[in-house]
């Protein structure tokens, strides 16, 4: 909207670089151009706002498919105004000279004229494309014939205006279609997740099933290594029972013959003692028997007195020195 200001019963008008304006005065044009600004007389002056930038246009409607289905068309439309003169002549773009608003509701006409124009299109399009085709490829489809369409309308360049893009954000069914067609995309996706869970099961228990075989394995293994170390056992253990036995039986037979040995020597030497001490007793005996009486007494009580023991005091009594002494004064008697 242009700024206007009032000084002195006058008005000034001071627009923006993306406005164009027009001033007529007494029916004669008198300033022409965009971003301009100047001095008038609201009585005499007849004021148009012709906005010159892109424009952005968001259009909703609803449509029915092939398959008698409604779908909702969420579109946006970029459009400008290239000739502002022809869009003054065909559209009323007049302001009020005091408040510089416009008198008119020039952008809604021509949103409308957009509107119709491109929901035209796009029913032509839709009614010829089943639902599913239309939410797949439909979104393309429509944008090529709306922009084809309105690129193709006469009334557009005729009211100067020209379409610098359109697109089509979506295509959506009915909320009870719509979930009625993810149904089968979410049952798909759950028996994909089912198999995938199942199959990692599989994989898990398979997994399992080996890891038991190979405990298995190695338990049987183990066992059998047990047995033959068992076996090894017994083996060595009869024959270190061998080899003890045998080596008992070879220290046995050598004690034995060293004791028969010892007693075969100990036996000599006995009959060699025995022998010996007979001669040695023949022989006393025989020098005995060839010496007097009287020698053998001295020899008896010389031996006698070497036998006694060590008599450090010796006692008499009257009656031994007695009869000591009775023995001593008879030894003629006794001779």
């Known amino acids: 909207m242009a700024d206007i200001t009032r000084?002195?019963?006058?008005?000034?008008l001071r627009s923006a670089p993306t406005a164009h304006i027009r001033h007529h005065k007494r029916g004669r044009l008198t300033h022409d151009g965009p971003g301009i600004s100047f001095w008038y007389r609201s009585l005499s002056a007849a004021l148009s706002e012709i906005p010159v930038d892109d424009?952005?246009?968001?259009m909703a409607f609803h449509a029915r498919t092939a398959d008698f289905q409604d779908v909702t068309v969420q579109a946006t439309v970029t459009y400008r105004i290239s000739d502002p003169a022809e869009a003054a002549a065909r559209i009323d773009f007049s302001v009020d000279p005091d408040t510089g608003v416009?008198?008119?509701?020039?952008?809604e006409q021509i949103a409308t004229l957009l509107t119709e124009t491109a929901q035209q299109h796009t029913l032509d399009v839709l009614a010829r494309t089943p639902l599913a085709a239309a939410l797949v490829d439909g979104v393309a489809s429509v944008r090529t014939s709306v922009a084809t369409g309105l690129a193709a309308e006469p009334r557009l360049p005729a009211t100067g205006i020209d379409v610098v893009a359109v697109r089509v954000v979506a295509i959506r069914p009915e909320a009870e279609v719509e979930r009625a067609l993810r149904t089968p995309a979410r049952e798909q996706i759950q028996q994909e997740a089912d198999r995938a869970t199942y199959e990692r099961r599989a994989v898990a228990v398979e997994r399992e099933r080996t890891i038991a075989e190979n405990e298995l394995a190695s338990k049987i293994e183990l066992?059998?290594?047990?047995?033959?170390?068992?076996?090894?056992r017994g083996t060595n253990a009869r024959r270190e029972a061998e080899e003890k036995s045998a080596a008992d039986g070879v220290r046995t037979e050598a004690e034995a013959a060293r004791t028969v040995r010892l007693s075969r020597a100990e036996a000599e030497a006995a009959r060699d003692v025995g022998a010996a001490r007979a001669e040695a007793q023949a022989a006393w005996l025989r020098v005995h028997a060839e010496v007097d009486p009287g020698t053998l007494h001295a020899l008896a009580v010389t031996r006698l007195a070497d036998n006694l023991?060590?008599?450090d005091s010796l006692t008499l009594s009257p009656d031994v020195l007695t009869g000591l002494?009775?023995?001593l004064g008879r030894p003629e008697a006794g001779a």
Do not use: S
């Open 325 to 327: 002494l009775a023995k």
């Open 7 to 12: 000084r002195f019963g006058r008005r000034h």
């Open 55 to 58: 424009r952005e246009l968001a």
């Open 309 to 311: 023991p060590r008599i």
């Open 223 to 232: 066992a059998r290594r047990e047995e033959q170390l068992v076996d090894q």
């Open 102 to 107: 416009w008198r008119g509701a020039p952008l």
